[in-house]
């Protein structure tokens, strides 16, 4: 199956900084996926990417589908952006394959 | 227009009881996923059903578990004699009918924490 690897593990940042967070996957994508696991367990719906940019308020993601990565950029963060950042795709079926995750930490 | 609905979110059993997970879909969406989170092994897929049907169950251990999704009411999975091992995370999955060729967005309920003592 499709690899997906996630960078970094862990990053820590002062409120109201911005971020970049980086998936690399092995194949082809006919679906991506970046979710936030927040401090609940809760899985949240960020973007749905296999190609392109799109934005959603502080957030926004970007996938180079012919060079394999997706970004995602998170602005003036928030202490509520703590959490886990999971990145997960599929190559040409419906299983997604999850990244490691990236734990950001937002300190007041 | 409710999410994915999972339910109980939290489920404590004993070692060698019975769990069952309920997954009610989005509205109008037809396929249905399951995946699991284990401490050190990240979020795995486990089963992809539509109704009536178990389309892949490539991800489920071969014992002890087993899934549904009937023709009327929730997603099942069930976990027969749990144990310790079995204390996971287990997150479900919706998404609209079609291929997988076209738009196939997977939304996540909030999953349903098992604790097998």
């Known amino acids: 199956g499709i690899q997906v690897e996630q960078s970094p593990p862990d990053l820590i940042l002062q409120e109201g900084a911005n971020s970049t967070l980086r998936c690399n996957f092995s194949d082809s994508v006919n679906n991506l996926q970046w979710f936030h696991q927040n401090p609940w367990g809760q899985l949240i719906n960020l973007f749905y990417?296999?190609?392109g940019t799109k934005q959603n308020g502080r957030l926004s993601a970007t996938t180079v589908a012919t060079e394999r990565y997706s970004l995602l950029y998170i602005s003036s963060s928030q202490t509520t952006d703590s959490g886990v950042y999971f990145c997960?795709?599929?190559?040409?079926?419906?299983?997604?394959?999850f990244g490691a995750g990236t734990t950001v930490t937002v300190r007041a | 227009n409710a999410g994915v609905m999972q339910n109980p979110r939290h489920l404590v059993r004993r070692r060698g009881q019975e769990a069952r997970l309920r997954c009610s879909p989005m509205k109008g969406h037809s396929h249905v996923y399951w995946y699991r989170q284990l401490p050190e092994e990240g979020l795995k897929f486990m089963v992809y059903l539509q109704k009536e049907n178990i389309i892949d169950e490539s991800g489920m251990p071969k014992e002890r578990f087993s899934a549904e999704f009937p023709k009327e009411g929730p997603s099942i999975l069930r976990i027969q004699q749990v144990v310790r091992g079995d204390s996971a995370a287990y997150f479900c999955?919706?998404?609209?009918?079609?291929?997988?060729?076209?738009?196939?967005?997977?939304?996540f309920g909030a999953g349903t924490r098992l604790s097998v003592l």
């Open positions: 999955a919706s998404s609209p009918p079609g291929g997988f060729e076209t738009q196939n967005i997977q939304y």
């Open positions: 990417i296999p190609s």
């Open positions: 997960a795709a599929c190559s040409n079926d419906y299983k997604l394959s």
